[in-house]
């Protein structure tokens, strides 16, 4: 467990930190927004510096700590995000944050942990909704269009990888091929690792996606939970880097177009609210998409399902979360409705 002493994390990740970043006169000089309780899958900031080439340099930081209780993604590692990124940015130009260090043993923390820094910028909120309020929303018309397609090239942009140079991690045998029969493969494990007791629904929602798997779609490495919630921005609008990689896998690019597409449905329709004006319609974003990944999109209505599916896993994660808080009832039927 981490220790719940801010001084003594600080200390450790000090001596930690001058031999990843080879500056032995760092110094951590700040924490922020660390409660001290020790949560799992704690996140917290530290600014530190040190001397480079006769001058004082300082960097933010941020430190991602192992889930130590349920997660939301089945054998979630921060090993895995950690891989990801630095394969993105050895083989690619899609800007990810700049890594400084992955410790996969308890001796140093009490868990493992990673260091990257900390990347200037702001994210399309969710909350409050980016369609009500929020920096989006102080935006002119087209700075927003801009702010969203930027989102859609850079997801294309990694669609548009050869995932067998340098993402071959990512395929598992015992999922199936890579590609549709793999993701499959996979999502059937994540449900059925988080249902508890079959949920007839959903049953029937994976036996259908069995049954009317595309063939022959294109195997491509997926973002895994593109939204514009997972872009940081600039200050000037482009994109600083693309974040949160954790359900990145290998498959049909459309799986990733639904998903951004059911998060657009599902800020707006879904919660009962009218599209920020600006923002490109499904019909708009799916021709710009198109033209950056270079090939038309197969029909969508298979990944819309699919997008629906992963949605309710998540779902049913998050309920059992509250459930294991105390802030819903154990009796709760919330999971299976």
């Keep these: 467990m981490l220790p719940s002493d801010n001084e003594t994390v600080k200390s450790i990740l000090q001596a930690w930190l001058k031999e990843k970043m080879a500056a032995e006169d760092l110094q951590v000089v700040a924490m922020k927004d660390r409660s001290g309780a020790g949560f799992s899958a704690e996140t917290f900031y530290i600014d530190v510096a040190f001397s480079e080439n006769g001058e004082v340099q300082e960097r933010s930081l941020v430190v991602r700590c192992q889930n130590q209780s349920s997660d939301f993604f089945v054998d979630a590692s921060i090993a895995f995000p950690y891989q990801v990124m630095d394969a993105v940015a050895k083989h690619s130009d899609v800007p990810v944050p700049n890594l400084i260090g992955l410790e996969m043993g308890d001796s140093v923390l009490g868990l493992p942990f990673l260091v990257m820094e900390k990347m200037e910028g702001r994210v399309v909120q969710q909350s409050p909704n980016y369609n009500v309020g929020g920096w989006l929303t102080e935006l002119s018309v087209e700075e927003r269009r801009q702010v969203w397609l930027r989102g859609i090239d850079q997801m294309a942009a990694v669609h548009r990888l050869d995932w067998q140079d340098g993402f071959q991690f990512l395929a598992n045998p015992k999922y199936g091929q890579p590609g549709i029969d793999g993701y499959l493969g996979w999502v059937k494990e994540w449900y059925e690792w988080a249902r508890g007791k079959p949920i007839p629904l959903m049953e029937r929602a994976y036996a259908r996606l069995l049954n009317e798997k595309p063939e022959n779609a294109p195997v491509s490495v997926l973002w895994g939970d593109p939204s514009p919630s997972n872009v940081l921005y600039a200050y000037d609008n482009t994109v600083s880097v693309v974040l949160d990689w954790e359900l990145a896998n290998l498959g049909p690019a459309e ?83």
């Design 255 to 337: 799986v990733d177009l639904a998903w951004w597409l059911f998060f657009d449905d599902l800020f707006s329709h879904g919660m009962g609210v009218p599209r920020l004006e600006g923002l490109p319609n499904r019909e708009e974003t799916i021709a710009h998409y198109e033209q950056k990944l270079g090939r038309k999109v197969a029909p969508l209505d298979y990944y819309d399902l699919l997008a629906t599916f992963r949605m309710a896993i998540v779902g049913m994660r998050a309920v059992d979360r509250q459930i294991e808080r105390g802030t819903i009832p154990a009796t709760s039927t919330a999971r299976s409705n």
